[in-house]
């Protein structure tokens, strides 16, 4: 059984930064592609970054391009995201996801394991 656990999530003001953390356990780590999702109050869960098995590629949702960089470390079993310029819109649950099919998912149901979410809110 692969778990995941989010943590870094936070009260932040508007133009600030946190770092997520996912930590994987369970499997091997550099089996799966991972992403990032957030769900905002009263919103769908929506596709934010996502990297590919290796940490050679990445593909961000339009909304975070230039704002959050998503990586992993293989030997750690972690994926981070580093976020920055925060504004209030970025106000959500985060969740980790983990999937065994290769490649930049972007769909939730590409993800076998998901983390239980850390809340990050952004102050104006």
């Known amino acids: 059984q692969v778990q995941l656990v989010e943590s870094g999530g936070g009260l932040v003001q508007a133009g600030g930064s946190l770092r997520l953390v996912c930590i994987v356990s369970?499997?091997?780590?550099?089996?799966?592609?991972m992403g990032w999702f957030r769900q905002a109050p009263g919103k769908e869960r929506e596709f934010v970054a996502a990297i590919t098995r290796s940490g050679a590629v990445t593909r961000y949702a339009d909304f975070v391009k230039d704002r959050f960089t998503i990586s992993r470390d293989n030997a750690k079993n972690a994926m981070y995201l580093q976020m920055s310029s925060l504004r209030p819109g970025d106000t959500a649950v985060y969740y980790c996801?983990?999937?065994?099919?290769?490649?930049?998912?972007?769909?939730?149901?590409?993800?076998?394991?998901w983390g239980q979410g850390t809340q990050v809110t952004v102050s104006s």
């Open positions: 369970g499997r091997t780590f550099s089996n799966y592609a």
């Open positions: 996801a983990a999937g065994r099919k290769p490649g930049l998912n972007v769909r939730e149901y590409d993800y076998d394991y």
